[in-house]
């Protein structure tokens, strides 16, 4: 029965690696090769679609591949591991930060259209890149600092921060800062542009270019709703498992149930595959 839970995981694993791997580079094919698709925050796409490649390519087929061929020794204090650790924390929060800043960006777009110009410029947007990537490096670099720690989850097979009552404080900080902010940010904006949709939707409006002004049907209004409505709910239940698991670990000091714990890993790392499809649901 271990055997085949375990095997499970790997299938799962391999089938989000593949799926994150081919979605992040479609993604990026199109906004390369589409001229109409660029902007001065292309870059805010580019770091999180690169990011999940990155974890498509390298956090979880290793998981898949512990799985199913337990390492030898003590993984943890390998080199190995702590890189893979310091890699999965680095790549998950850029993800999560630049996905909720092309949100912000998003919501700019639709809720201040007449100064979004001037608001989102190329400096701005650059500018935001930067601190973000320095924030995840940060966060990445503290546990090889001693500030945290990384090891070899057995039940979620992959070198990872170590969630312990020893190293609360950093787990805390990381959770609330690197992971849960931009959640609820994302979700509030998410709601926002809803209300704001609702509202349109009840009597349509115009909508004007450098030729000509057109009328906007409720159904377009009532569509982008229900898309924004679905991709917070993939984001809640791709993150709150995980989130619970880690902080239960955190402040109980027992480790989880390993379906659990291995369930909430995987669908954490199953976002990277998702994150180009929201990201084309969002741009419709």
Known sequence: MVAALRTLYAVLMLLSSVASVCGNLLLLLVLLLNKDLRSDTLSLTLSFS?????LGLSTIPFGAHNSLFQPDGRPSEGMLCQGSGFLFLLLQTSSIHSLSWATVDKFTEICFALSYSSIWTAGRSRAVLVLVWLFCLVSAILPLLGFGSYAYSES??????TFSPDNRYFVVLWMAVGIVAPILTMCSLYGYIVYVARKQARRGTFMCNELHCFYVPANNYLRSSIVMVSTSVCLLVC??????????????????????????????????ALNPWITCMTQT
Do not use: M, N
Request: some cysteine.
């Open 50 to 54: 690169l990011s999940d490649l990155a």
């Open 156 to 161: 979620r097979f992959l070198c990872c921060p």
């Open 239 to 272: 993150w709150l498992p995980y989130i619970s698991v880690c902080l239960y670990e955190t402040f109980s000091g027992q480790p989880s149930p390993t379906v659990g714990s291995a369930f909430s890993a995987w669908l954490v790392l199953t976002s990277a």
